[in-house]
């Protein structure tokens, strides 16, 4: 019962979002700082509807890297909601094209100034890459991607595409991974307490001198790096004891937890 009730809500408070965030598109278009802006717009109150418990661990740099390419794991639609709490300030993200035809959230998506690419056309798809890295470039604009390039369910990051990689080299901005626990697993809707999420920003990754050639190695080092720290918050999120008390007197000495 709980669970229905959460989606019927869920997805009146979709509807209602998607609504204001068009109109905040609409009276500032194509705005690099929509994105966060409608993310909040999404996130915040999805977060008290779900009751979901976000622990956020971003450390200084997180934006203070910008511009830069942020790679984050993608589990579920349900990212939306919980990475939406830590969009950074003139972040836009990479979509799949069929986003537009998303009443509401897709115009709305396109008007935030985010990029949509035709996978099924590869010119196009190249263009659009190149545009991107126009923007890292010239117009103090980070890009979000979820490199996987299709969510993994919550059994485990999938092998990285060379795309955001090949676009922070061709830019020369370092690449800043975010990793989120493996919530999609354990999440309980049904439940008054839904259960609880850790998203972690990692040191940046730079990427000045490096070139195509060294893209296979900068992608072996970041999903290592990403999987560890995905399995480390699981592991404290499961833990009761020493693992937990660690976690939380981190997070007390972090000034970005949230």
Request: with cysteine; glycine share 8%; aromatic share 8%.
């Amino acid at each position: 019962m709980l669970f229905f009730l959460r989606m019927l809500l869920m997805g009146l408070h979709f509807i209602v979002a998607g609504m204001l965030g068009l109109l905040l598109g609409l009276c500032r278009p194509f705005n690099p700082d929509n994105s966060r802006l409608c993310a909040r717009l999404y996130a915040l109150p999805a977060m008290r509807i779900l009751r979901l418990r976000l622990t956020a661990q971003m450390g200084p740099s997180f934006e203070g890297s910008r511009p830069c390419v942020i790679v984050a794991n993608h589990q579920s639609n349900y990212d939306l909601f919980i990475l939406g709490n830590i969009v950074p300030p003139r972040t836009v993200c990479i979509g799949k094209k069929s986003l537009k035809w998303v009443p509401f959230f897709g115009q709305l998506f396109w008007l935030a100034g985010n990029v949509l690419i035709d996978r099924g056309n590869p010119l196009r798809a190249r263009l659009s890459i190149r545009q991107t890295t126009e923007t890292l470039q010239h117009k103090d604009t980070s890009i979000w991607v979820f490199p996987e390039g299709t969510r993994n369910l919550g059994k485990g990051l999938l092998p990285f595409k060379r795309g955001a990689f090949q676009m922070a080299i061709e830019a020369g901005v370092p690449i800043v991974p975010v990793c989120v626990s493996t919530y999609v697993r354990d999440m309980r809707l049904n439940a008054w307490d839904s259960g609880q999420v850790m998203i972690r920003a990692l040191p940046a990754l730079p990427t000045a001198g490096l070139t195509c050639e060294d893209i296979p190695a900068l992608i072996e080092r970041c999903h290592g790096q990403m999987q560890q720290c995905i399995e480390q918050m699981d592991t404290q999120l499961r833990t009761p004891g020493p693992l937990a008390q660690t976690a939380a007197e981190q997070l007390a000495q972090n000034p970005r937890t949230r």
